[in-house]
């Protein structure tokens, strides 16, 4: 299965941003979610969603960022609001899909920018 972002770009300070992750397949998986990573920085955990709906959001995002999958299309979304400059980043979709009964392989997609500017 190949993850494919979408939606990154420019936008002011307090806009906001919708980002797609395409799957190139239906596909099962355990979790799903968005890191993102700024210029020197570590690669960071921003939102999660569980197979079973459960969602998680790192505290910088919490209240601000909304993560959410249309299983008919096989595209996890994450809609970015009221964003801010430490916002600035890559961001990556990830996916833990399920390949058999006792496996799973983790994919990622290739990155989409955002930058927010004040």
């Known amino acids: 299965v190949q993850l494919v972002e979408s939606g990154g770009g420019l936008v002011q300070v307090g806009g906001s941003l919708r980002l797609s992750c395409a799957g190139s397949?239906?596909?099962?998986?355990?979790?799903m979610g968005w890191y993102r990573q700024a210029p020197g920085k570590q690669r960071e955990l921003v939102a999660t969603?569980?197979?079973?709906?459960?969602?998680d959001y790192a505290d910088s995002v919490r209240g601000r960022f909304t993560i959410s999958r249309d299983n008919a299309k096989n595209t996890l979304y994450l809609q970015m609001n009221s964003l801010k400059p430490e916002d600035t980043a890559v961001y990556f979709c990830?996916?833990?899909?399920?390949?058999?009964?006792?496996?799973?392989?983790?994919?990622w997609g290739q990155g989409t920018q955002v930058t927010v500017s004040s």
């Open positions: 990830t996916a833990r899909i399920v390949v058999s009964i006792e496996g799973s392989i983790d994919e």
């Open positions: 397949r239906t596909f099962s998986f355990k979790t």
């Open positions: 969603l569980t197979s079973g709906g459960s969602t």
